[in-house]
């Protein structure tokens, strides 16, 4: 845009100054010709910017089409997209349960397989880690789970029932998300943690101490306001509040993913901590590397190309099993 601003400018500048120079030179040859009067000569360049003013106008018209054909282009791509069905007719309400993978395959691309012929079993109240290198479909079951995208193979099911045959909207309300990507809203604390329902400080700060963002709390308050998508914030902080949400929402199910985590976001401590209490009860699903998560797990899946190459418990992993090992050497770069 702005070299087309450029162009523009230059251009638009040098017509209109051709074109003035050129009406003073034919102005002042009838002025020496005694046909025209120097006052008549200015009064019609005046009048003549009427004329260079609509030259520049439609000059411009390629300048401001260039910046809205592409946000209207985009705006019809979006608007074209296949809307989530919403049917809530004759669907079954969700019943926390075991979650169950079974014979699942999924392609992003056709003839690209993204995951193939999986299977697993989240027993009710069970917590799994999942652990893979980058770009092994760790993201893309989660997705899966969230009914994102559709399976191209196989189901998932809960209590024996597949999960698209539950009103969408209840079958997510169970599952809560800690993903690296967390979106604030530019609101309070409060409201960031909270987002539409009705909770109580005394939960909210419960909710806080067990998140680790307490400290922080106390130095600000829950009103503190927190910017456009949470700019005014820390990423250890945003995580936070984004535990501290999932935390307050007492889903049965909750996804910590932190496939992309650089950082220390959540300390091993605190997870376990909490994988004992206040998440004892739920099935809880995590993606990391961290050792201290993965020795408490009850089960660790590992993922390779799509596919599941191993599973068991870290002792018996960590032992006589290589893929794992290198798995493990190799977090920091996952
Ligand atoms: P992980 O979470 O283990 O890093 P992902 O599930 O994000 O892996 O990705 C698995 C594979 O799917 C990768 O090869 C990735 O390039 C591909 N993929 C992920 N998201 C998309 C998408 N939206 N469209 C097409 N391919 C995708």
Redesign the pocket.
């Known amino acids: 845009m702005n070299m087309l601003a450029q162009w523009n400018g230059i251009t638009d500048n040098i017509i209109v100054h051709l074109l003035t120079s050129l009406i003073y030179i034919i102005g002042a040859n009838f002025v020496f010709d005694m046909q025209l009067s120097v006052g008549s000569v200015f009064a019609f360049i005046t009048y003549s910017a009427y004329v260079t003013g609509t030259i520049s106008a439609i000059l411009n018209i390629g300048y401001l089409l260039s910046g809205i054909i592409p946000s209207t282009k985009r705006y019809y791509e979006f608007m074209a997209l296949e809307e989530e069905k919403e049917n809530e007719e004759g669907m079954t309400e969700p019943c926390f349960g075991d979650l169950e993978l079974q014979n699942l395959s999924f392609s ?2 056709k003839d690209k397989a ?1 995951l193939s012929d999986i299977n697993i079993a989240f027993p009710k109240g069970s917590k799994t880690v999942l652990i ?10 989660i ?1 899966l789970l969230l009914q994102l995208y559709q399976p191209t193979g196989g189901k998932i099911t809960l209590n024996g029932i597949d999960i698209s045959e539950f009103v969408l909207r209840e079958y997510r309300n169970m599952i809560s998300v800690v993903s690296q990507e967390i979106y604030l809203f530019n609101s309070s604390i409060r409201d960031n943690i909270c987002m539409y329902k009705n909770i109580d400080d005394k939960t909210i700060m419960e909710a806080c101490k067990d998140s680790g963002l307490a400290d922080f709390i106390s130095e600000v308050s829950l009103d503190y306001v927190v910017g456009q998508n949470g700019a005014m914030l820390s990423e250890g902080q945003k995580q936070k509040i984004a535990l501290a949400r999932a935390l307050v929402h007492n889903s049965p199910v909750i996804i910590f993913d932190e ?2 985590s650089n950082t220390d976001v959540y300390s091993e401590h605190q997870i376990n901590g909490l994988l004992h209490t206040k998440l004892k009860e739920k099935t809880v699903i995590i ?1 990391t590397h961290k050792q201290e998560i993965l020795k408490e797990a009850d089960q660790i899946i590992m ?1 390779k190309d ?1 596919a599941v190459v191993g599973s068991g418990v870290y002792d018996d992993l960590s032992k006589d099993n290589l893929e794992f090992k290198n798995m493990l050497n190799m977090g920091e770069k996952y």
Do not use: C, P
């Open positions: 992003y691309e993204v893979g290198r980058n770009g092994s479909g760790k993201s893309t079951l997705s496939a992309t993606i993922l799509g």
